[in-house]
């Protein structure tokens, strides 16, 4: 697809005060495919032209023919600004995109984080009486709430990026050092106590993790595209 048809697409929805979501809802296709037909990255087939012009109340000939600029544009044909407030719409978007989605499973999460709180404080006060370590270490047992949730995003969203890995860390650095803080053991003949030096490292992997789990969005949003 040329850019000027792109930009009539554009000009069209404007008119018709229409958001991509709304058009794709419409069409009963992505948001994403909409901001590619409207950015000239791809082109609608036959069928979506001909729903396109019924929804925007053109014909095929209005719709394609792009030496007819429309009337509400004719001062101010889209150029490099407007493909800027173009790019900017497309991550208004998909900020729109995950607005909805979370207010959908606002419910379910208030239903996830409301067991686990009461999972996690029935098995600190079970550890916490029976285990020596038990109200030392076994406080960490509350990351996992925030945690559960997060990852119940990343699973639903299909996002990695969603989880708290940052948390992760944080809840195996402090029970494996606080269990293991009187722990004696001999590395290439130094004697060490405890795991809190050894575990640091486990902080290094956070900025590893985000740059693969951001590829790992970037391919699945490519494929759900498609």
């Not at 001062?75 to 407030?85: G, S």
């Not at 293991?180 to 590893?208: A, D, M």
């Not at 969005?217 to 498609?226: C, E, F, N, P, Q």
């Amino acid at each position: 697809m040329n850019i000027e048809t792109a930009n009539r697409l554009y000009e069209l929805r404007k008119k018709n005060g229409l958001s991509q979501e709304d058009v794709a809802d419409k069409l009963g296709i992505s948001r994403q495919a909409v901001s590619k037909w409207e950015r000239a990255e791809a082109s609608p087939d036959t069928d979506n032209l001909i729903s396109l012009a019924k929804l925007y109340g053109v014909s095929l000939d209005e719709l394609l023919n792009t030496e007819k600029s429309l009337e509400f544009n004719l001062e101010n044909p889209i150029e490099e600004k407007e493909d800027k407030e173009l790019d900017q719409e497309v991550l208004d978007d998909d900020d729109l995109d995950d607005d909805n989605q979370n207010k959908k499973m606002q419910p379910i999460k208030a239903i996830l984080d409301g067991s686990m709180l009461f999972i996690c404080v029935i098995a600190y006060l079970i550890v916490g009486f029976l285990s020596p370590y038990g109200w030392s270490c076994y406080w960490v047992l509350f990351l996992l709430i925030p945690m559960v949730s997060s990852l119940y995003d990343a699973i639903k969203l299909r996002r990695m990026s969603r989880f708290l890995y940052p948390l992760l860390v944080v809840f195996i650095y402090c029970f494996l050092g606080k269990r293991f803080e009187n722990v004696e053991y001999s590395i290439f003949g130094n004697t060490f106590v405890g795991f809190w030096h050894p575990l640091w490292v486990l902080f290094i992997t956070i900025p590893v993790y985000y740059v693969i789990a951001r590829v790992v969005d970037s391919v699945l949003a490519s494929k759900k595209d498609k």
